[in-house]
């Protein structure tokens, strides 16, 4: 009887190895697709970053291992290239400890667009009944550079599209300016349309694929 019942197991026993199988084939197969994903996005921010015509110049000052903006800031997904519009170069800006040494360098002046900054905790900005700024869409840990986001984004606020920003624009302070998602700027009296004119645009965007597709390989690899 229970060689019996082993024999009529066995169909059952091998459509469940079959499916184990398949299974594993999946899983590896997505593993695999996550790290060269992982490895090309990874390369392109390196090249990226090792690129330019400043390189050299943050090389002769002992500046190039400083930490960028881009590094320490995520924001709401779908709002990165709006994020990289309003901030433009300041998106790679290098963070010093004291900003007092940046004096020395108007004397040998980069040979391209530059920002630094130094963290320093400012008061908030007041709130605009109505309008919702594009600082609370930024996810940050770090207390500093709230402060410098704050700085510059104080009078941006979002705007889901552009009719939106344009029947809404008596709402906006002086000064203020809505953003879309697409990174097209409006204010008051002007239009402002945002295009991508280099690989250094789209670095938050990469980062932030970096990170998640980093966690996705994490679990894959323990299943």
């Given at each position: ?57 943050l090389a002769k000052h002992e500046l190039e291992k400083l930490p960028k903006l881009w590094q320490k800031v995520q924001i709401e997904n779908g709002w990165q290239t709006a994020l990289e519009s309003i901030l433009r170069e300041r998106t790679s800006a290098l ?129």
């Amino acid at each position: 009887m229970q060689l019996e019942e082993a024999q009529e197991r066995l169909p059952q026993l091998e459509e469940e190895r079959r499916a184990a199988q398949e299974q594993v084939n999946k899983d590896t197969t997505q593993s695999a697709q996550l790290d060269a994903r992982l490895a090309a996005l990874k390369s392109l921010q390196e090249k990226v970053e090792s690129q330019g015509k400043v390189q050299p110049w943050l090389a002769k000052h002992e500046l190039e291992k400083l930490p960028k903006l881009w590094q320490k800031v995520q924001i709401e997904n779908g709002w990165q290239t709006a994020l990289e519009s309003i901030l433009r170069e300041r998106t790679s800006a290098l963070e010093m400890s004291n900003l007092e040494w940046a004096k020395a360098f108007f004397n040998d002046a980069p040979p391209a667009k530059l920002a630094l900054y130094a963290p320093q905790v400012i008061a908030p900005v007041a709130a605009v009944d109505g309008l919702k700024p594009l600082l609370s869409l930024l996810q940050l840990n770090d207390a500093g550079v709230r402060s410098v986001m704050q700085d510059w984004l104080s009078h941006v606020y979002i705007a889901p599209d552009a009719p939106t920003a344009f029947s809404e624009r008596a709402k906006l302070p002086v000064g203020a300016c809505f953003i879309t998602k697409e990174g097209h700027v409006i204010s008051a009296n002007s239009v402002r349309f945002y295009a991508a004119d280099s690989e250094q645009d789209g670095v938050l965007a990469r980062q932030q694929d970096i990170e998640n597709i980093s966690k996705q390989a994490r679990a894959q690899h323990l299943l």
